[in-house]
Every structure is written in C-alpha cells, then in structure tokens.
C-alpha cells in the first residue's frame, strides 16, 4: 500500500524533528526548511518568505497530501518586520501553493500565544495563577506581534478553506520542551505538550473526518487553563501525560 505524502515545513526545527521521525510509519515524508543542506533526500532548502522559492520546491513534490506547516520565526519576541514577512506572507505562500497543487489538508501550526493576553496584561502577562479555562470560542486575545502573525494564519487558513476547500486543523500548541521535562518552570505544569502527545495529536488531526477546526494543543495536565474538550471530541485525541504526575514523580 502506498503511504500518503506529508510535507513538514520547518523540518529541522523542534517540533518538525520529533514529527519527522515519528510519522514515516504512515507517510512518505518530505521536508523543508530554510537551513536545509541540500541533497537531502526528500528536504528541499527554501524561504518560505519567497513564493517562487516556496513554488520551486513543491514542484519538487508531486501528487502532495498533506502539509504540516511549522515554518516561519518562532521567537515570541519577534519584530513586526519579521513575523509580518515569515508567519503572515510565508504562511501565505504555503497554502497558495497548495491550492494550486491539490493539498488536501494543512496542519497549521498555530500558537497559543493567540490568546495570551487571556492569561494577564502587563507587567503581569503569563502570571496570573489559575487563570479562567480558555476556549477557542473565545475572542483572540494576542500577547505580541508574534501572537497576531498566528492569529493571521488561522485566518488565512479559514479562507482557503473557504474560497478553496483546502482544508485545515489549527493547532494553538503549548510547550514542546527540546528534553520534554517540565520540571524546569512552575508554568509548564499548566502548558507542557509532551513529544508523545505532540506525535499523536497531529497524527490525527491529519486524518480526523473534520474540514475545518481550531484546537488548543497541550498535554492533559491537571492545572492546564486551555480546554481541549473540542479536540477530544472531535480529534479524538486522548492526551496521556501530565506534567503534574511528571513533577511528582522527580
């Protein structure tokens, strides 16, 4: 049986390393990335920022499914010069070139820093204890450019899917952690994402029988502040770490 092909933007990042060598058992993977070295086999180097760069390598890709799209600056700090260029216009390029090509689905990554705001203003943003259980019914709420970069991408997401019936699952993802302890701050026990609830949540957002959905993607810790019912229902997804029992566990 032949594997469906998924394109991993931002391959050789976090995120897009923990997916690279977890999905092959269910997919031809391709990759790309700006810091690619080429020849790789199947990861092409390309600014996302550049649409005939970005053209260029899905012409390097044919009969493409799937996309998980993590490319762009993840700096929570970043400038509006750089999100503006990388998330808005990069996330832009990549799903024009779906379009064109057939993509089924895109897996967008999306940030919870959409709602940041939610959780406190400054000088006491992201410090508030227990702050109230936050939907994606809610209005967005961005903490920095880099959070309304994200919010762009949900919206261009929602608009392919409407004027081009690409579909799209938009994940608003917690804390990954590069050695997935979240011993390390008080905070993670409310918005780690293990690497194992990571894998499994976008592996069915993927291939769940939903055209269009945002979810909220973070472990099941017993003091997150981010609900995840919709993405229980209607992924299926059935988180099984917390970081709390990790803590505990030290």
């Given at each position: 049986?032949?594997?469906?092909?998924?394109?991993?933007?931002?391959?050789n990042?976090?995120?897009?390393?923990?997916?690279?060598?977890?999905?092959?058992?269910?997919?031809?993977?391709?990759?790309?990335?700006?810091?690619a070295?080429?020849?790789?086999?199947?990861i092409f180097?390309?600014d996302?920022?550049?649409?005939?760069?970005v053209?260029a390598a899905f012409d390097?890709?044919?009969?493409?499914t799937?996309?998980?799209?993590?490319?762009?600056?993840?700096?929570v700090?970043?400038d509006?010069?750089?999100?503006?260029?990388?998330?808005?216009g990069?996330?832009?390029?990549?799903?024009?070139?779906?379009?064109?090509?057939?993509?089924?689905r895109?897996?967008?990554?999306?940030?919870?820093?959409t709602?940041?705001?939610c959780?406190?203003?400054?000088?006491?943003?992201?410090?508030?204890?227990?702050?109230?259980?936050?939907t994606?019914?809610?209005?967005?709420?961005?903490?920095?450019?880099?959070?309304v970069?994200?919010?762009?991408g949900?919206?261009?997401a929602?608009?392919?899917?409407?004027?081009?019936?690409?579909?799209?699952?938009?994940?608003?993802?917690?804390?990954?952690?590069?050695?997935d302890?979240?011993?390390t701050?008080?905070?993670?026990?409310s918005t780690?994402?293990?690497?194992r609830?990571?894998?499994?949540?976008?592996r069915k957002s993927?291939l769940?029988?939903?055209?269009?959905?945002?979810?909220?993607?973070?472990?099941?810790?017993?003091?997150?502040?981010?609900?995840?019912?919709?993405?229980?229902?209607e992924?299926?997804?059935?988180?099984?770490?917390?970081?709390?029992s990790?803590?505990?566990?030290?």
């Amino acid at each position: 049986m032949i594997s469906p092909r998924l394109l991993i933007t931002g391959c050789n990042g976090l995120i897009g390393g923990i997916l690279w060598n977890n999905l092959a058992d269910s997919f031809e993977l391709y990759g790309l990335d700006i810091s690619a070295r080429e020849p790789v086999k199947n990861i092409f180097k390309a600014d996302i920022s550049d649409q005939e760069q970005v053209e260029a390598a899905f012409d390097r890709v044919p009969n493409l499914t799937y996309i998980v799209h993590l490319a762009g600056d993840p700096r929570v700090n970043a400038d509006w010069e750089s999100v503006f260029k990388n998330n808005i216009g990069g996330t832009k390029n990549i799903y024009e070139a779906a379009q064109t090509r057939g993509v089924k689905r895109i897996v967008f990554a999306s940030s919870n820093h959409t709602s940041g705001a939610c959780e406190g203003f400054p000088p006491s943003l992201h410090t508030q204890p227990n702050p109230a259980r936050i939907t994606t019914e809610m209005p967005i709420r961005p903490d920095s450019f880099y959070g309304v970069s994200k919010a762009a991408g949900e919206a261009i997401a929602r608009m392919y899917y409407e004027l081009h019936a690409l579909e799209s699952i938009c994940l608003r993802i917690g804390s990954v952690l590069k050695d997935d302890d979240p011993r390390t701050d008080a905070r993670y026990e409310s918005t780690w994402l293990s690497h194992r609830d990571l894998i499994q949540l976008v592996r069915k957002s993927l291939l769940a029988d939903v055209k269009f959905g945002i979810y909220y993607g973070v472990s099941k810790n017993r003091k997150r502040f981010w609900d995840i019912s919709n993405a229980e229902a209607e992924l299926d997804y059935k988180p099984e770490d917390d970081a709390s029992s990790k803590s505990h566990s030290a």
